[in-house]
């Protein structure tokens, strides 16, 4: 039986929530014994592996014999994008205690790629669809609301991380719709992978950090590089191929679901009733 695009995109993306869900609770646990730069140089150097091998074994490599010079300039500017969402995605990671926080806060994605979506790529949508936007903007509201009568002390630490990675994440995803079927899946995760290792290397050697791991964080970047850097992203990208972004963008607002169960799970943490009410 052959499945239609749609059906296909679903599935990818389904794919991609189980997997980039798991991302919020293993890194957690890596970030809880190691530094940023050293958590991100471990991390995306197995994610890379992964990548490679994966691209290797299925020959997509020879996939980079029909680039062209715009390939490469979108390229570049994509593993730029990708830098700054993922260091402030880890940022917010490594601020916020509950990573169920981040991942109900990280919902306000979908809302900066469905607008970017409508201005660049001309997608519509319903009014239920309108609705849903409206209603994530006041579920990211009120998660990230602490009481404070001032507008520093209004929302929680790291809730300016969430948002500035949406937005660079946001113009990532319209240039990869773009450019997916051009590039291909797997060649954009090797490049996604690469610009981010070359980052977390250049801030190990400015910074001055040694390179050692505890067992207990390598462990956690082990797993979590198979299932973020690697199987996340790169069924990320196959359901680019099939569905318009913003729906892509807003079925992995659901992964909050299975993020507050694993860190419930993992952590022992749950949050506050009214956090669990916005997202």
């Given amino acids: 039986m052959k499945l239609q695009p749609a059906t296909k995109g679903y599935f990818f993306a389904f ?5 980039m869900s798991n991302v919020y609770i293993f890194s ?3 970030l809880s014994e190691a530094s940023l730069p050293v958590f991100g140089f471990y991390w995306f150097l197995f994610g890379l592996l992964w990548n ?4 290797y074994k299925t020959g997509k490599l020879a996939q980079v014999k029909g680039f062209t010079r715009r390939s490469y300039t979108n390229l570049v500017l994509l593993g730029l994008l990708e830098v700054a969402g993922t260091t402030f995605f880890f940022l917010a990671i490594n ?11 990280g919902n306000i994605n979908p809302v900066i790629v469905t607008i970017l979506g409508f201005f660049i790529l001309k997608e519509r949508y319903n009014q239920p669809e309108v609705l849903g936007i409206l209603l994530i903007i006041a579920g990211a509201l009120l998660i990230s609301y602490q009481g404070g009568t001032t507008l520093s002390s209004m929302f929680i630490d790291g809730a300016e991380y969430i948002l500035f990675s949406g937005f660079f994440f946001g113009i990532s995803a319209i240039i990869t719709k773009n450019n997916v079927k051009k590039i291909g899946p797997s060649f954009l995760a090797l490049n996604r992978n690469v610009f981010l290792l070359l980052f977390s290397f250049i801030m190990l050697l400015t910074l001055d950090y040694k390179m050692s791991v505890s067992w207990f964080s390598l462990w956690n970047i082990i797993i979590g590089s198979v299932l973020g850097p690697f199987l996340g992203v790169i069924a990320g990208y196959q359901a680019y191929k099939y569905l318009e972004v913003s729906r892509v ?7 909050g679901i299975f993020v507050l169960i694993g860190a419930y799970v993992y952590f022992g943490r749950f949050p ?6 916005g997202g």
């Fill in 15 to 19: 794919l991609a929530v189980l997997a």
């Fill in 52 to 55: 490679f091998l994966f691209a």
């Fill in 272 to 277: 506050e009733l009214y956090q669990v009410v």
């Fill in 249 to 255: 963008s807003i079925l992995g607002s659901t992964k």
């Fill in 95 to 105: 601020t916020v205690p509950n990573p169920a926080i981040v991942s109900f806060l």
């Fill in 28 to 30: 957690k646990a890596a």
